[in-house]
């Protein structure tokens, strides 16, 4: 059993679907592992105070945690690389490094109490108090517990002592003293005891203020926190500046020394501002010119941090973006890969559907074609025997009787048997031609003029006009068959139903067409009666060579036909 072209096509379509590849998946553990190593070197850079390898490190890991969409890890370098821009005195560039952190924020946690506790600590050191104290309020919400509340109440105190609001600094420290939660922490404790006594001190309770302070600064010394140490001798300093300004120079000049040291540069200017002001004599003169030295210093290093920041973060972002267009530009060309492969295949199944199509289409005009042989022939059949069975059955049989019943030997006898033969013979030579094979040559005209004439009748008179003006020669051999026949079964109609006494055919030829015109007074038909069988096969002929016939009758007033065909 021969399959239809499209089974194969399904098949051939379910093997490429079978090869397919998959696509390689990206390394995610590769860019995971750097991510990490690159955050394990930034703290290591941090407590060396490295930070500008620090920073840069810090600001790696987080492209590659981006890489991998990995917010948690994004998130804490962001809040480094900020803490070290503080450090630095970048605050401005620390405020933008947090604000890229907000997006990646998936929950308020112990991140985002990090964050505004920052944002926080940038606005108060540019001395936006209220801002501080709104992002500080913030981080208490993030707070999930009293202990963690203590840094940012304590930090709300400081900004509120900046605002000469001390009652409510009082009250914020004295609170966080009464929950005893710093009982364990000495260095957090000192630092609240310091705060609480230098709001008294500013309100004007010296005593209570100086009792809290030097409390302070004892626990400080014992815990060995010098950084805490520092700020409770500028304390001490500023307390003593008006009524001891000796001791006030001590404790300033013990500020100064341990700030030199661990170089924390603004407590070195706190000092120093402590010494000049106490110090009338020589000394002053040195003092102030250190002040502005270190003041000049200060402010291009840290314009120089600044600066070193801003482009670490430009040639990272300037790196990422060139990476992104290598990755898009090996993306496109892998893409344009993938396309050539596609249209390559594609233009392979067109080529099978192709011949496919045509290797159906051929055995299915085939098909039809044999079975339009067989019908045609199977209809010419049909017409012969009904022909002869009509016209020459009768004829015989009346023939064979007129033999039987008159004398063979007389004249008129002889002469009437031998018209009748005749007939008979005339008879089968036409229906001989009608279904006889049809000669598109040289002498096609002479054939078809032949073929309608042969309808002329003592009844009926069959004129041709113009037949020899049209150029058969320029018409394809299929085209004339189909006239021949078309014709040929017009004239069978005729003779057959229409008792016709005059028939006209007239033959036109135009650049690219030929137009028959058939015209008979025989006594015609409504045109919705139109007797099919032979006319049918008409309509079906003419619409096979893209022409068209129109037929026009009324009873008793004839039968026109116009037919026009391509040449």
Excluded at 322 to 334: C, G, T, Y
Excluded at 421 to 442: C, G, P, Q
Excluded at 451 to 458: A, C, G, I, K, R
């Amino acid at each position: 059993m021969v399959r239809s072209p499209f089974f194969y096509f399904l098949f051939f379509l379910l093997l490429l679907s079978c090869q397919e590849q998959t696509t390689p998946t990206s390394n995610a553990s590769s860019i995971r592992k750097d991510a990490i190593d690159y955050v394990n070197k930034g703290r290591v850079s941090f407590q060396n105070k490295n930070f500008n390898t620090a920073f840069y490190q810090f600001n790696k890991s987080k492209i590659a945690s981006e890489a991998i969409k990995d917010s948690a890890n994004v998130v804490y370098n962001l809040i480094q690389m900020a803490n070290i821009q503080q450090i630095n005195g970048d605050y401005y560039g620390s405020k933008e490094t947090l604000t890229e952190a907000l997006p990646y924020l998936k929950k308020k946690d112990v991140y985002s109490a990090a964050i505004n506790n920052l944002f926080g600590i940038a606005d108060k050191e540019l001395s936006i108090y209220n801002d501080a104290i709104f992002f500080y309020k913030e981080a208490l919400k993030d707070c999930t517990d009293d202990a963690s509340r203590q840094s940012p109440l304590n930090n709300i105190a400081v900004v509120y002592i900046q605002q000469k609001k001390y009652n409510e600094a009082i009250n914020i420290l004295n609170t966080i003293l009464d929950k005893k939660l710093l009982d364990k922490e000495p260095p957090k404790k000192a630092r609240v005891l310091d705060n609480l006594g230098y709001a008294y001190f500013k309100m004007g309770e010296t005593e209570k203020g100086y009792s809290l302070m030097n409390e302070g600064h004892k626990m400080r010394t014992q815990s060995e926190d010098f950084y805490g140490i520092i700020e409770s001798n500028l304390h001490l300093a500023e307390f003593y500046s008006k009524s001891n300004p000796q001791k006030s120079n001590q404790y300033a000049q013990a500020a100064y020394q341990l700030a030199t040291h661990f170089n924390s540069v603004d407590e070195r200017l706190r000092a120093l501002s402590f010494l000049i002001s106490n110090d009338s004599g020589i000394k002053n003169v040195q003092y102030a010119q250190k002040f502005i030295f270190l003041n000049d210093s200060i402010i291009k290093i840290r314009n120089n941090f600044k600066n070193k920041f801003a482009k670490i973060k430009y040639d990272s972002k300037k790196e990422k973006d060139e990476n992104q267009k290598l990755r898009l530009e090996k993306a496109e060309n892998l893409l344009s890969l993938q396309e050539a492969k596609y249209q390559r295949l594609f233009f392979i199944l067109g080529i099978a559907i192709l011949i496919l199509s045509i290797l159906y289409l051929r055995k299915f005009y085939q098909n039809r074609n044999r079975i339009g042989k067989i019908t045609a022939a199977y209809d010419t059949e049909t017409r012969i025997a009904k022909d002869i069975h009509d016209e020459l059955a009768n004829d015989v049989f009346n023939t064979i009787t007129f033999t039987q019943t008159q004398p063979l030997e007389s004249t008129n006898v002889k002469d009437n048997l031998i018209q009748k033969l005749d007939h008979i013979y005339n008879r089968v030579r036409r229906i001989s031609r009608e279904n006889n094979e049809i000669d598109t040559k040289a002498n096609y005209a002479i054939n078809l003029k032949e073929m309608l004439s042969t309808y002329n009748s003592p009844t009926t008179n069959v004129i041709i006009n113009n037949i020899e003006k049209v150029s058969w020669d320029l018409v394809d051999d299929v085209k004339k068959v189909a006239v021949h026949r078309i014709l040929q079964e017009l004239m069978v109609n005729m003779k057959k139903h229409s008792q016709a006494s005059i028939v006209v055919l007239k033959f036109e030829s135009t650049t690219n067409k030929i137009l028959i015109d058939y015209t008979d007074n025989g006594k015609g038909c409504q045109n919705d009666k139109i007797i099919k069988n032979g006319l049918q096969n008409m309509e079906n002929r003419i619409r096979a060579i893209k022409g068209t016939i129109i037929f026009d009758t009324e009873p008793n007033k004839g039968f026109k036909v116009k037919i026009t065909m391509p040449k």
